[in-house]
């Protein structure tokens, strides 16, 4: 029913929406690929994707008791889901592409401590200390969210907003019969 009702695309707003308001906080821990709705814009955000090969992770869901071909199909369902979800919102196939990220790290080529001290060493880097800069970006985040979230409420659910020094642009993103209308 998505094409009818767009809650799809409401949903996602509201999720950048939410995630916007909760970067106005300092020193906050986002988990998961909701937080690939942060753009890349905002500088002082630690982005990392921790990973392991197919075999490890089915070896970690055998130890909670999973037989072998149900702990693969749901690994093989997440990482589809993850898939999925990467290409809705970047137009991107795959979820561990390193370009996406600050680092990379595999859990079955490192270990937890060495894992540890990286993150702890990245996290004390100047470069993730929040700047007056960087608040600026995250209230332009924050008001391109609200603004995505009251276009779509209002029906228009092709178009963008972008915010800078808080003047906000409007991107129409699909062909449509009256666009000066629409603009």
Known sequence: FNQLTHEKE???AYLKLALAETLKDDNIFINGFTSLLIPSSIADVLRICIISDMKSRGLNALDLGLSERKAFKILHKDDKDRITWLRVILGKDDPWDSSLYDMVLHTNKMSTEEIGDLIAGAIGGVAFMRTLYA???????????RVDVAAIKKGHYYVAAESDAGAVTLTINKNVLMLKRLE
């Open 135 to 145: 608040q600026k970006v995250i209230e332009d985040f924050v008001l391109a969210s």
């Open 10 to 12: 409401l949903s996602i």
